[in-house]
């Protein structure tokens, strides 16, 4: 009997403990009862993000805890569709400068409508430091304030083999991969479909705008709109970003900002395979095959759509 009082009073406070501990440390205690994902965190033993759950996992890592760094891989496709209370990656206070491979996955669903919000897309603030890579985002819709992209809504850093499928909206600062791209940041294969529309200034099918940035093998299509600084790729350009081997669609919108270096394509080029060739002239190659395809009558990424992803050690880098 003295022995059962024991474990009680142990069982007893043990309870209180973990009371106390929800209470002072909420975040925490949702880390624990929904269990850490495997890994690391860093990048030669990634975290690997399982479910939905594990990716706002993340991000309240990122956010919350400051790990700015830590460093992710997808493990599969997620939906996201009936998630309400997600929060972008990284914020302006804590820029994300780590490694988040999307392992030829994609995320569906991902949602946000907010006239007050700031740096909103999967990831708040890319860093210079930061890398998005092999990455999908389908039926995506987001409003915001400023600074929105289905990506990033500011990006300094690598956003590599990456698309959006969805449409965009805020004040200021729209883009199809990122609201505003400057410093050393580049957009690599990567592309979007959908609208693009800024009630202000500044959207693009791309990217809102850019500033000592590199584009190389990245296309739009849809319409964009602003009453100022409105581009199929970029809104506005400053300090000469450089854009190699870009396309989009048919102009569609009022467009006021254009480059010469981009190049437009008949509808029909982007569902024939000729806009596949065009872009695999340029992309890298893995695995024997080419990174890009036609898939459900749309160009994309040869992974996209497919039976079966790639292999995960197959990585594009």
Known sequence: MHKIHIQRQLLA??????VLLTCIFPGRM?????GIPDGEGTADAPYLLETPEDLLWFAELVNQEGQTKACAKLMQNMDFSTITNFQPIGSPETVFQGFFDGNFHQITGLHTSSSNAKYFGLFGEIGIEGVVTNLALDQVSMNAYTYIGGIAGKSSGTIRNCCVIGNISGKRYAGGIAGSVDESASIENCFHIGTVTASVTNSGGITGQASFSLFKNCYHVGEVQAPQYAGMLSGSMLNDPTFE??????????????????HCQEAEAFSNGTMAELLNQYAEKHAGYSLWAVRNGITCFSWLYAEESPPATETVT
Do not use: K, Q, R, W
Request: hydrophobic residues 45%.
């Open 13 to 18: 406070v043990i309870l209180v403990m973990a």
């Open 245 to 262: 081997n870009c396309f989009y669609g048919s102009i569609s919108g009022d467009i006021t900002d254009e480059s010469s270096e981009i």
């Open 30 to 34: 949702l880390v624990h009862a929904t």
